[in-house]
């Protein structure tokens, strides 16, 4: 069928795709003058209103004219909040854009947006594959992408173009059959309250404090997996890395931070997940967290919470046998030695011997209810420890 010329109007009740107006320009102007717009699109520094009207009165429908992308404004409660695209790709495949401005951000105007523009695309265009990409680190991009039923195909190393370099981009493709919902699990890190911490996501500002705590010799010395020299950037990409984890389902990592100053301390995280049998769980603490029993109290926080909110058997920690201060919260949390695997832990120095330890969900709760019952005659301190890293773990 012949694509058509001039944008229809589109609405699901909340949401409204339209052509653009030369009264959409100045909230343009702020939608590309925002920082995550300035950040993760291409649109050009400084932006003027000059800017706005060629692209959204000229560019635009220039576009439709020609069949070369069908863009909409978005419209929510009478005000312009983004502009949304199809973009030809040749027979049967379009690129999909998106952008918002910052007030309707988070409200899932957008989303409901994208969702009329695939099923219009499909159904008007006669599209067999929408292709969506973006800067690697656009999570929010990526995020919307996830929802709307998009697979992540990987990386393409420096390919897309901004103002003059060019960039690594994620690439994913919908498909016209495809259910329009999310295909796989992305974790979200819940707050989780403690005695003098609070466990939260890691952020891109913990990376210098994790570059200091993880470049100290006693870190050196149990975690022979991880980059050494061990610098910086090694901890920015551990951050990245986690956001990773999270939007495929496969880890979630807490940062311990100073409930007073939100200052990381260390971090506590789950991996090596089998539904409904068990996960490992990993730790490391910054040399001045260090002595006053804080990597007990994270990991019985996160053991808690794991138990309480995943279909699990046991949680396992692998410890290098070496390790006598992390095998010594290990055993203080009620986690069994069940076995000594040979040269299984890469450490500083080469090889080690690695110490697996499990706890069972029968055993946690057993320990849990005996830990009340004390509770009111123990006054004496926690013990304190002196934690370096858990051997096994992503860093």
Request: proline share 6%; net charge negative.
């Amino acid at each position: 069928m012949p694509a058509p010329t001039t944008p229809p109007t589109l609405t699901d009740g909340v949401v409204t795709l339209r052509a653009h107006r030369a009264d959409d320009v100045p909230r343009m102007v702020e939608q590309c003058r925002d920082p995550a717009s300035i950040a993760w699109t291409t649109v050009p520094v400084p932006y003027s209103e000059t800017d706005a009207e060629d692209y959204g009165l000229k560019v635009l429908p220039e576009g439709w004219a020609k069949g070369t992308e069908w863009a909409f404004a978005v419209e929510v409660e009478g005000r312009y909040a983004g502009t949304i695209s199809l973009r030809d790709e040749g027979p049967g495949r379009a690129e999909i854009a998106y952008g918002s401005h910052p007030d309707v951000r988070g409200t899932g105007a957008v989303l409901r947006a994208l969702r009329l523009l695939v099923d219009w695309g499909f159904a008007e265009l006669g599209l067999q594959t929408i292709v969506w990409q973006a800067f690697t680190g656009n999570w929010a991009s990526r995020k919307v992408a996830w929802r709307l039923g998009f697979t992540v195909e990987g990386t393409l190393r420096c390919y897309l173009p901004q103002r003059g370099a060019r960039r690594d981009a994620w690439i994913g493709t919908l498909l016209r059959d495809d259910p329009r919902e999310p295909r796989s699990t992305w974790l979200e890190v819940p707050v989780l309250e403690g005695d003098g911490f609070r466990l939260r996501a890691v952020r891109a500002d913990d990376a210098p404090r994790i570059h200091e705590g993880t470049a100290e010799p006693e870190t050196e010395r149990w975690l022979g997996h991880k980059p050494a020299p061990y610098t910086l950037d090694h901890a920015t990409t551990f951050v990245e890395r986690r956001r990773e984890l999270e939007a495929t389902g496969q880890s979630v990592t807490w940062a311990v931070a100073d409930p007073d100053d939100d200052r990381i301390l260390g971090t506590v995280l789950w991996f090596n997940h089998t539904p409904g049998v068990e996960c490992e769980v990993g730790w490391w603490l910054h040399p001045d967290a260090r002595g006053r029993g804080l990597a007990t109290r994270a990991v019985r926080t996160v053991v808690d919470h794991v138990f309480a909110t995943m279909d699990l058997k046991r949680v396992t920690a692998l410890v290098a046998a070496g390790n006598t201060a992390s095998r010594a919260v290990a055993e203080r949390l009620g986690f069994g030695l069940y076995g000594i695997e040979r040269y299984g832990a890469w450490v500083g120095a080469g090889r080690a011997d690695l110490a697996h330890y499990d706890v069972t969900a029968s055993e946690w709760a057993a320990a849990g209810a005996r830990s009340s019952e004390n509770a009111t005659t123990n006054t004496t301190s926690p013990a304190s420890d002196s934690p370096t890293p858990t051997t096994s773990g992503d860093r």
